[in-house]
């Protein structure tokens, strides 16, 4: 190995893209490997399909093992990660939220007492003074339209908090990419500042093949990664530290194929990696009304209601209105009678300008999991239960009335997918009940990180990037401060920050 960083991070989205920013920062050597391709703003255009091919994972499927409808799992896979393709709605985690993780894991905060709100506090405070989130009072047209029907049914809506900035031009193209960076991915606001500092290398197209495990008298240890370039050949890396965050539905198979499970003899906690996947899962509801909406052409969500947001009240939220783009408006759309097709789907088509839509996301209770199968394959499967089905079809209902006592003609909608992937290797007190200790360092394997959505012990109840970034800024303070002597002494000389 000729090449040794302070810290090798995988996967550069809502959690690895902040850790390596963050590093990088306060002066350590980071190296910043991401699977996909490395664009910018100058490359972002409204074609949507171009844009599925060149940002996003090719679609997978969750399949239920009790034979229900597959859920759709959409991620992006670019440097930024999902970060570069999504609404940017930025939500700190409810206390109730955090009150099941605990539950889940026996997950404690800094004072020794359940992981609660406080502890996150200084690392939202951070991570939203980067991305200068702000309200979004700026409503469009179709948010105007079906207000009266969440009124009518006793809720309200009220503005989102974003990362986008004033620059918003309101284009609609946020799941292509935003051309004018006003959309504050962790490109944007980690990865491109802390390249200049020139202490964090970024190398796109490099897909980590496995985290290098080794045995030098203390136990596992990480020692590196071993990674393949776009021209196929291999490459492999020191590290002080490797921090694995290549996505909820990725981290676990990379543990998983490095040997984990067999360096730590197979321990109750290896035993859990890649379980507890959780989806959040959510349908577009889609309301036909006489005057065009102009769905497309807006920024996507700028308001959302919240009256059902705890469990003991229906354990949904509502985001009005949202951004359909035409190729995933006609091939998602249902009605009573399942899929649309034929002269109904054309008509409805024929009308794309005349629908509002609504984005309905529902807690789960992360009984998925993510299998990396022997001969290399992948399988996620779901285990929904009475409980979450009941929820997720209440849900559906609540958002139906809502569009028909705003006037809707008609109403269609898509079967439940996943844009929040949550929880596959744990953070936890507890090492049966979780794969990372509450630093986000493997139970087993030492110098081995989580930082991405992965960590999740039980789905949040709201959007989960912001909490995700807050809890991956959590990581890198931790390895900064090197309570463990996993880093070489920072160089002198370093102006930190800058
Ligand atoms: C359409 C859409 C809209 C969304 N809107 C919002 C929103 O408004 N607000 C919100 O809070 N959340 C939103 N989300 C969710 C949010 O963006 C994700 O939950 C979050 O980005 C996940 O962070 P992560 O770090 O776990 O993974 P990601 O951000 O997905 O990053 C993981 C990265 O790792 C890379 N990678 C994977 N395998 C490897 C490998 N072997 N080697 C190297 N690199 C690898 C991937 O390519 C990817 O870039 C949305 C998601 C989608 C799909
Ligand atoms: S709507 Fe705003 S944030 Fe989204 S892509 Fe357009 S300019 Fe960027």
């Given at each position: ?19 390596a ?28 399909a ?108 009220e ?25 504050k ?58 921090v ?8 676990p198979?990379?543990l ?28 577009l509801?889609?309301?036909?009304f ?33 951004v ?70 209440r849900?559906?209902q609540?958002?139906r ?34 794969v ?15 930082g ?10 709201v ?36």
């Amino acid at each position: 190995m000729s090449e040794r960083f302070d810290a090798v991070v995988v996967g550069s989205g809502a959690g690895g893209g902040v850790v390596a920013g963050e590093l990088a920062q306060h002066g350590r050597r980071v190296l910043l490997l991401e699977i996909g391709p490395h664009r910018t703003a100058a490359d972002f255009t409204r074609w949507e399909a171009r844009a599925s091919h060149d940002l996003w994972w090719p679609l997978r499927m969750a399949i239920p093992t009790d034979g229900a409808e597959p859920i759709a799992l959409f991620g992006g896979r670019c440097v930024g990660g999902t970060t570069t393709i999504n609404t940017k709605i930025a939500m700190r985690a409810d206390e109730c939220d955090l009150e099941k993780w605990h539950a889940a894991s026996g997950l404690l905060g800094a004072r020794g007492e359940p992981f609660e709100v406080a502890d996150l506090e200084p690392h939202y405070d951070h991570v939203e003074q980067v991305l200068g989130v702000r309200e979004r009072s700026d409503w469009t047209r179709s948010v105007h339209t079906v207000e009266p029907g969440f009124r009518a049914l006793d809720a309200e809506l009220e503005p989102v908090r974003s990362y986008t900035d004033h620059n918003c031009m309101r284009c609609g193209s946020c799941l292509q990419g935003c051309p004018t960076n006003a959309g504050k991915s962790t490109m944007v606001s980690w990865i491109h500042p802390a390249c200049d500092t020139g202490r964090l290398e970024l190398r796109p197209n490099s897909a980590v093949r496995r985290v290098l495990i080794s045995d030098r008298g203390a136990g596992p240890e990480v020692t590196g990664v071993e990674y393949v370039d776009a021209g196929g050949d291999a490459h492999a890396v020191e590290a002080g530290a490797v921090v694995v965050a290549a996505g909820t539905l990725n981290t676990p198979q990379l543990l998983v194929r490095s040997g984990v499970p067999e360096a730590s003899g197979d321990s109750p906690s290896s035993r859990l990696i890649g379980r507890n996947l959780g989806f959040h899962p959510a349908r577009l509801v889609s309301g036909l009304f006489d005057e065009p909406q102009d769905n497309y052409i807006a920024y996507p969500v700028s308001s959302h209601c919240k009256k059902f947001q705890r469990d003991e009240d229906g354990g949904f939220i509502v985001e009005a209105t949202t951004v359909q783009d035409p190729i995933g408006f006609a091939t998602g759309l249902c009605d009573d009678g399942g899929p649309l097709w034929g002269a109904p789907l054309v008509e409805a088509l024929r009308k794309y300008r005349y629908f509002a839509g609504l984005l309905v996301m529902t807690t789960d209770d992360n009984n998925g999991s993510v299998v990396a199968e022997e001969d290399g394959g992948e399988r996620f499967e779901a285990d929904l239960r009475p409980d979450e089905l009941e929820r997720i079809d209440r849900s559906l209902q609540f958002t139906r009335e809502v569009l028909e006592a705003a006037g809707a003609k008609q109403v269609l909608w898509t079967a439940p997918g996943s844009t929040h992937m949550q929880g596959t290797c744990r953070m936890g007190t507890d090492p049966a009940r979780s794969v990372v200790d509450a630093n986000c360092e493997s139970h087993d394997v030492k110098r081995l990180f989580v930082g991405d959505g992965s960590l999740v012990p039980k789905t949040l109840s709201v959007n989960p990037s912001l909490t995700m970034m807050a809890l991956a800024n959590r990581l890198a303070e931790h390895l900064d401060a090197d309570p463990n002597g996993y880093l070489e002494p920072r160089a002198a000389g370093v102006v930190v920050g800058g």
